[in-house]
């Protein structure tokens, strides 16, 4: 989805699977400069895997700015 908003990888993951089993987060950038920091989770450590992410994402609402949006947790 962000990269249909023109938003692309600062760096590519160290290898195929890294971030699905490591990684914590990943920085977009846009051409324009634009900076995107997404995080796979709200908190650091132990306390980020008590999170219930479906739960978390069970309802969610458009938002956006111009001409893009995207689902936002309600």
């Known amino acids: 989805m ?7 990888r600062s760096w590519p993951q160290l290898r195929p699977g890294f971030d699905r089993r490591f990684g914590k987060g990943a920085p977009l950038r846009r ?27 069970a309802s969610s609402r458009r938002s956006g700015s111009g001409p893009h949006a995207a689902g936002a947790g309600s």
């Not at 962000?2 to 692309?8: F, I, K, S, T």
């Not at 051409?31 to 994402?57: C, I, N, Q, Y």
């Open 31 to 57: 051409d324009e400069g634009w900076e995107l920091d997404l995080h796979r989770t709200f908190v650091m450590g132990p306390f980020g895997l008590t999170v219930d992410l479906d739960g978390l994402f």
């Open 2 to 8: 962000l990269g249909n908003c023109g938003y692309r």
